[in-house]
């Protein structure tokens, strides 16, 4: 138990579907993030939410969409992705927006065929 | 761009082995992280540095930040089968309103 859980854990989609991806934690923490991990490549930042605002949004194509209703829970939804977004997306969450550790969930592993 | 160079890439090793890994950059820090990863899940807080200087430890591994707030290693005591997985570094960019930014990761193999 991480205190950040991710659903699905896998997803497999096609280029056509809608799906949404979603993350709750449970520290009380204040700022979540999406985070995409490739393989071989560094975690590239997404998303940042700091008290439910989208404080940063680093050059993310608009297939992707986050939404967070509260401090404790994030979506990403996603619609027309390519094969190439297939990648393992992480949620993380931190006390503070852009502070101190980030605790991460499990993932979700995103094939997109 | 605000680049983390973690090496080695990977490592392949004898149990009860020591193992050593770094994070270089040009860039100055605030704050240096280092995670582990294992297959099928996300990556794990195990150690965090504030301070120039600072060394600390957490059971068998041991982490600095360097003086200069450019780099940072990671040392691994008397490896174990389960220390397996991949380590990444990061670090919080003063320059980069204190983003955090990864290193590419070091995979690490234990042979029993």
């Known amino acids: 138990e991480t205190g950040v859980t991710q659903t699905p854990r896998h997803l497999v989609m096609g280029m056509t579907n809608k799906k949404s991806l979603k993350c709750e934690q449970h520290?009380?923490?204040?700022?979540m993030y999406w985070y995409k991990q490739s393989a071989k490549k560094p975690l590239e930042l997404m998303f940042v939410y700091n008290f439910k605002e989208q404080t940063e949004n680093n050059s993310v194509p608009s297939r992707f969409s986050p939404e967070c209703p509260n401090s404790s829970h994030l979506f990403l939804h996603l619609h027309t992705l390519q094969p190439e977004d297939s990648a393992l997306y992480l949620c993380?969450?931190?006390?503070?927006?852009?502070?101190?550790?980030?605790?991460f969930g499990q993932g979700t592993r995103l094939t997109v065929v | 761009g605000q680049q983390l160079n973690q090496s080695p890439q990977s490592m392949f090793i004898q149990e009860g082995e020591d193992v050593s890994m770094n994070c270089t950059s040009s860039?100055?820090?605030?704050?240096w992280l280092w995670y582990k990863q294992d297959p099928g899940e996300g990556p794990v807080l195990l150690i965090a540095?504030?301070?120039?200087?600072e060394l600390t430890s957490n059971g068998r591994l041991t982490a600095q930040f360097g003086i200069t707030r450019k780099d940072s290693f990671l040392n691994i005591s008397a490896s174990i089968p389960s220390d397996v997985g991949i380590y990444f570094c990061a670090g919080q960019l003063r320059e980069y309103g204190n983003k955090l930014v990864f290193g590419a990761g070091t995979i690490l193999r234990v042979k029993s």
């Open positions: 520290l009380g923490h204040n700022a």
């Open positions: 993380a969450s931190s006390q503070g927006a852009l502070q101190g550790e980030a605790f």
């Open positions: 540095l504030y301070k120039a200087g």
């Open positions: 860039s100055i820090f605030n704050t």
